[in-house]
Protein backbone atom coordinates (compact mmCIF):
# COMPACT_ATOMS: atom_id res chain seq x y z
CA UNK A 1 0.00 0.00 0.00
CA UNK A 2 1.25 3.30 -0.57
CA UNK A 3 2.77 5.11 2.16
CA UNK A 4 2.93 8.81 1.07
CA UNK A 5 1.01 11.88 2.99
CA UNK A 6 -2.38 11.91 2.13
CA UNK A 7 -3.85 15.56 0.67
CA UNK A 8 -7.11 16.26 0.35
CA UNK A 9 -9.87 18.23 2.02
CA UNK A 10 -8.96 17.09 5.54
CA UNK A 11 -5.09 18.40 4.91
CA UNK A 12 -6.29 21.32 3.93
CA UNK A 13 -8.65 22.23 6.68
CA UNK A 14 -5.78 21.26 9.01
CA UNK A 15 -3.43 23.81 7.32
CA UNK A 16 -5.89 26.55 7.17
CA UNK A 17 -6.34 26.11 10.98
CA UNK A 18 -2.94 25.82 11.90
CA UNK A 19 -2.45 29.21 9.81
CA UNK A 20 -5.00 31.09 11.31
CA UNK A 21 -3.68 29.81 14.69
CA UNK A 22 -0.91 31.27 14.31
CA UNK A 23 -1.85 34.51 12.83
CA UNK A 24 -4.13 35.23 16.19
CA UNK A 25 -0.76 34.81 17.94
CA UNK A 26 1.04 36.98 16.13
CA UNK A 27 -1.51 39.51 16.00
CA UNK A 28 -1.73 39.48 20.15
CA UNK A 29 1.93 39.67 20.35
CA UNK A 30 1.61 43.25 18.20
CA UNK A 31 -1.00 44.63 20.48
CA UNK A 32 0.89 44.09 23.41
CA UNK A 33 4.00 45.04 21.82
CA UNK A 34 2.19 48.60 21.18
CA UNK A 35 0.61 48.67 25.13
CA UNK A 36 2.30 51.16 28.15
CA UNK A 37 5.23 50.88 30.49
CA UNK A 38 7.05 47.62 30.37
CA UNK A 39 5.01 46.46 27.54
CA UNK A 40 2.08 45.78 29.53
CA UNK A 41 -2.14 46.77 28.82
CA UNK A 42 -3.36 48.36 31.46
CA UNK A 43 -6.68 48.86 30.10
CA UNK A 44 -6.73 52.80 30.66
CA UNK A 45 -7.01 55.41 27.97
CA UNK A 46 -3.97 57.48 27.08
CA UNK A 47 -4.03 60.57 29.04
CA UNK A 48 -4.40 64.38 27.32
CA UNK A 49 -2.66 67.02 28.95
CA UNK A 50 -4.89 70.09 29.48
CA UNK A 51 -3.68 73.32 28.21
CA UNK A 52 -2.33 75.75 30.91
CA UNK A 53 -1.72 79.32 31.08
CA UNK A 54 1.73 80.16 30.53
CA UNK A 55 3.32 82.07 33.24
CA UNK A 56 3.99 85.52 32.68
CA UNK A 57 7.19 85.61 34.41
CA UNK A 58 8.40 83.69 31.77
CA UNK A 59 8.49 86.83 29.38
CA UNK A 60 11.19 88.61 28.65
CA UNK A 61 9.90 91.46 28.22
CA UNK A 62 11.01 92.39 24.66
CA UNK A 63 7.32 91.79 23.18
CA UNK A 64 6.09 95.31 25.51
CA UNK A 65 9.22 97.09 24.13
CA UNK A 66 8.68 96.38 20.60
CA UNK A 67 5.12 97.59 20.95
CA UNK A 68 5.49 100.89 22.63
CA UNK A 69 8.72 101.53 19.90
CA UNK A 70 6.23 101.05 17.36
CA UNK A 71 3.36 103.39 19.43
CA UNK A 72 6.23 105.88 19.40
CA UNK A 73 7.11 105.56 15.51
CA UNK A 74 3.90 105.52 15.02
CA UNK A 75 2.72 108.88 17.42
CA UNK A 76 5.97 110.53 16.02
CA UNK A 77 4.93 109.52 12.15
CA UNK A 78 1.57 111.60 12.59
CA UNK A 79 3.19 114.15 14.51
CA UNK A 80 5.90 114.62 11.42
CA UNK A 81 2.35 114.44 8.87
CA UNK A 82 0.23 117.14 10.83
CA UNK A 83 3.44 119.22 11.02
CA UNK A 84 4.15 118.93 7.45
CA UNK A 85 0.20 119.55 6.82
CA UNK A 86 0.63 122.90 8.75
CA UNK A 87 3.76 123.76 6.92
CA UNK A 88 2.20 123.30 3.10
CA UNK A 89 -1.19 124.96 4.68
CA UNK A 90 0.85 128.12 5.40
CA UNK A 91 2.79 127.53 1.91
CA UNK A 92 -0.67 127.67 -0.12
CA UNK A 93 -1.91 130.41 1.64
CA UNK A 94 1.51 132.69 1.44
CA UNK A 95 1.27 131.53 -2.32
CA UNK A 96 -2.84 132.70 -2.71
CA UNK A 97 -1.85 136.03 -1.08
CA UNK A 98 1.04 136.58 -3.22
CA UNK A 99 -0.86 135.37 -6.43
CA UNK A 100 -3.96 137.94 -4.76
CA UNK A 101 -1.33 141.02 -4.51
CA UNK A 102 0.12 140.44 -8.29
CA UNK A 103 -3.48 140.08 -9.37
CA UNK A 104 -4.07 143.51 -7.40
CA UNK A 105 -0.61 145.32 -8.96
CA UNK A 106 -1.47 143.78 -12.44
CA UNK A 107 -5.32 145.39 -12.70
CA UNK A 108 -3.88 148.81 -10.80
CA UNK A 109 -1.23 148.76 -13.52
CA UNK A 110 -3.69 148.38 -16.58
CA UNK A 111 -5.90 150.92 -14.71
CA UNK A 112 -3.05 153.86 -14.67
CA UNK A 113 -2.09 152.86 -18.37
CA UNK A 114 -6.19 153.28 -19.52
CA UNK A 115 -6.32 156.68 -17.41
CA UNK A 116 -3.27 158.01 -19.29
CA UNK A 117 -4.96 158.19 -22.01
CA UNK A 118 -8.29 160.16 -20.58
CA UNK A 119 -8.60 163.88 -20.53
CA UNK A 120 -10.60 165.15 -17.97
CA UNK A 121 -11.52 163.31 -15.12
CA UNK A 122 -13.24 160.42 -17.04
CA UNK A 123 -17.33 159.41 -17.94
CA UNK A 124 -17.75 157.01 -14.78
CA UNK A 125 -17.26 159.17 -11.65
CA UNK A 126 -21.20 158.59 -11.13
CA UNK A 127 -20.60 155.17 -10.58
CA UNK A 128 -17.94 155.42 -8.59
CA UNK A 129 -18.08 156.53 -4.51
CA UNK A 130 -15.39 156.12 -1.79
CA UNK A 131 -15.97 155.22 2.32
CA UNK A 132 -13.17 155.87 4.56
CA UNK A 133 -11.81 153.03 6.16
CA UNK A 134 -11.26 154.00 10.73
CA UNK A 135 -7.69 153.96 11.28
CA UNK A 136 -8.22 151.44 14.29
CA UNK A 137 -9.38 149.03 11.72
CA UNK A 138 -5.99 149.24 9.56
CA UNK A 139 -3.76 149.74 12.03
CA UNK A 140 -3.08 153.61 11.42
CA UNK A 141 -3.07 153.35 7.88
CA UNK A 142 -4.86 155.71 5.45
CA UNK A 143 -7.48 153.39 3.27
CA UNK A 144 -10.05 153.95 1.41
CA UNK A 145 -13.13 151.15 0.02
CA UNK A 146 -13.90 152.17 -3.29
CA UNK A 147 -17.01 151.29 -4.65
CA UNK A 148 -17.61 150.56 -8.47
CA UNK A 149 -20.90 150.03 -9.59
CA UNK A 150 -21.64 148.91 -13.31
CA UNK A 151 -24.85 151.44 -14.24
CA UNK A 152 -25.08 150.54 -17.54
CA UNK A 153 -27.04 147.48 -19.22
CA UNK A 154 -23.66 145.93 -20.77
CA UNK A 155 -20.21 143.96 -19.39
CA UNK A 156 -17.59 146.97 -18.70
CA UNK A 157 -14.48 147.19 -16.73
CA UNK A 158 -13.10 150.65 -15.02
CA UNK A 159 -10.21 152.26 -13.78
CA UNK A 160 -9.99 154.75 -10.75
CA UNK A 161 -7.48 157.06 -9.69
CA UNK A 162 -7.47 158.21 -6.53
CA UNK A 163 -4.92 161.34 -5.20
CA UNK A 164 -4.10 161.80 -1.20
CA UNK A 165 -3.54 165.61 -0.49
CA UNK A 166 -2.49 167.01 2.03
CA UNK A 167 -3.77 170.16 4.11
CA UNK A 168 -2.59 172.78 0.95
CA UNK A 169 -4.41 170.66 -1.69
CA UNK A 170 -1.29 169.36 -3.09
CA UNK A 171 -1.42 165.49 -4.31
CA UNK A 172 0.92 163.91 -2.58
CA UNK A 173 0.36 160.34 -3.92
CA UNK A 174 -1.96 158.46 -6.48
CA UNK A 175 -3.01 155.45 -6.22
CA UNK A 176 -5.00 153.21 -8.82
CA UNK A 177 -8.00 150.66 -8.55
CA UNK A 178 -9.81 148.74 -11.17
CA UNK A 179 -12.87 146.24 -11.63
CA UNK A 180 -12.44 143.96 -14.87
CA UNK A 181 -15.30 142.92 -17.24
CA UNK A 182 -17.91 144.20 -14.49
CA UNK A 183 -21.83 142.57 -15.40
CA UNK A 184 -25.02 144.76 -15.20
CA UNK A 185 -25.67 145.89 -12.16
CA UNK A 186 -22.66 144.13 -10.39
CA UNK A 187 -20.40 146.31 -8.04
CA UNK A 188 -16.84 145.46 -7.00
CA UNK A 189 -15.12 146.89 -3.80
CA UNK A 190 -11.12 147.22 -4.12
CA UNK A 191 -9.54 148.75 -1.20
CA UNK A 192 -6.89 152.05 -1.34
CA UNK A 193 -4.14 151.80 0.87
CA UNK A 194 -1.97 155.00 1.52
CA UNK A 195 1.95 154.29 1.71
CA UNK A 196 2.87 157.55 3.13
CA UNK A 197 3.35 158.35 7.10
CA UNK A 198 0.33 158.78 8.97
CA UNK A 199 1.18 162.65 9.68
CA UNK A 200 0.70 164.88 7.86
CA UNK A 201 -2.48 163.08 7.73
CA UNK A 202 -3.67 163.26 4.05
CA UNK A 203 -7.23 163.61 2.51
CA UNK A 204 -8.30 161.10 -0.25
CA UNK A 205 -9.73 162.41 -3.56
CA UNK A 206 -11.28 160.51 -6.39
CA UNK A 207 -9.64 162.28 -9.13
CA UNK A 208 -10.64 160.25 -12.05
CA UNK A 209 -12.94 157.68 -13.10
CA UNK A 210 -13.40 155.98 -16.71
CA UNK A 211 -15.45 153.26 -17.79
CA UNK A 212 -13.76 151.07 -21.10
Known amino acids: MPTGRRTGPAGSARRTTAASALGGVLLVGALAGCGGDGGQDTGTPARTDTPRTPNASSFSGELPSALASSASAAVSSASVSASAAASSASARA ?11 QRRNAAAEKELKKVRGRGNALAEVGMTGIPRAETG ?3 AVRVTITNKTDSEASYAVQVDFKNADGKVVETRYAAAERLRPGKKEQPIV ?16 AQRY
Not at 94 to 104: C, I, L, N, P, Q
Not at 193 to 208: C, D, G, I, M, N
Open 140 to 142: GIL
Open 193 to 208: FSHQPPEPRLTPVLAK
Open 94 to 104: SEFEASVEAET
